[in-house]
């Protein structure tokens, strides 16, 4: 496995595992990259476990400040567990393929459609708040 292979997987193992940190699949994605990262060894596998809890609670705390960060850290250390072990690739993969769902992708995207007539009024908003006073009086 070459080392721009081995970094083509880092990157988005690393994606994967901080979006699943802010996911209901948390418990089972800390498991199972902590146990392919220590390679199934009881100790290795439990400190990274803590290492990857103590990750998450940075990120869920403040996110701006930790995410990138984060991302680079565990970005290397799946770049050394695959030079180390180039045949945890697969199991990777694996992995990667089954917690695929929880990364952000820019190609799935919310579509928004409303039709009005008359005298409907029609409100979109993708996120925050929304107030609408239509009360009488009001200039709404």
């Known amino acids: 496995m070459s080392e ?7 990157a988005p193992a690393a994606q994967a595992l901080l979006a699943c940190m802010t996911s209901d699949a948390w418990q089972a994605a800390k498991s ?4 392919l990262l220590g390679r199934n060894n009881q100790v290795e596998t439990e400190i990274l476990e803590n290492d990857l809890e103590e990750a998450r609670v940075r990120i869920m705390q403040n996110p701006a400040e930790h995410e990138a960060i984060t991302s680079e850290v565990w970005k290397a250390r799946f770049r050394q567990a695959l030079l180390a072990n180039p045949d945890m690739a697969q199991e ?7 917690f695929k769902d929880q990364e952000p992708n820019s190609s799935r995207g919310i579509h928004q459609s409303v039709v009005a007539r008359d005298s409907s009024i029609v409100f979109q ?6 107030n609408y006073n ?5 200039n709404a």
């Open 4 to 10: 721009i292979e081995i970094l083509q997987m880092a």
């Open 134 to 138: 239509n009360s009488p009086g009001s």
């Open 92 to 98: 990777l993969r694996e992995i990667l393929r089954e």
């Open 125 to 130: 908003q993708g996120s925050g708040v929304q």
């Open 32 to 35: 199972k990259f902590a146990a």
